[in-house]
């Protein structure tokens, strides 16, 4: 089992920046593949980005790949993203997830882990 609780979501206004961090727990961190999901009130989860078990590679939604940096430290469990030039459309509930497989996360389904999410709400 892996436990996941997402931190750093909040309020902010429209160009300015979160740093979201996932703190995991359980089996070995270092040997998953971490990313980031979101999803907007009345709209279906999406990914946003993920990064493989090393950090040497990154994916990234197409619509935050200038803004969003996501980073991983293994010594410490944890996974952030930091979110730049923040837009009213980033607004949603944040997601932590956990897979073995990068594959499985490129395909974005069958995802192991979840955490419970972190709410971000970017005003105009």
């Known amino acids: 089992q892996v436990q996941l609780v997402e931190s750093g979501g909040g309020l902010v206004q429209a160009g300015g920046s979160l740093r979201l961090s996932c703190a995991a727990s359980?089996?070995?961190?270092?040997?998953?593949?971490m990313g980031w999901f979101r999803q907007a009130p009345g709209k279906e989860r999406e990914f946003v980005a993920a990064?493989?078990?090393?950090?040497?590679?990154?994916n990234y939604k197409d619509s935050v790949k200038d803004r969003f940096t996501i980073s991983r430290d293994n010594t410490k469990n944890t996974v952030h993203l930091q979110m730049n030039s923040l837009k009213p459309e980033d607004t949603a509930v944040y997601y932590c997830?956990?897979?073995?497989?990068?594959?499985?996360?490129?395909?974005?389904?069958?995802?192991?882990?979840w955490g419970k999410g972190t709410l971000v709400t970017v005003s105009s």
């Open positions: 990064i493989n078990w090393s950090g040497g590679t990154t």
């Open positions: 359980g089996r070995t961190f270092s040997g998953y593949a």
């Open positions: 997830a956990a897979v073995r497989s990068w594959a499985t996360m490129m395909r974005q389904s069958g995802i192991e882990y």
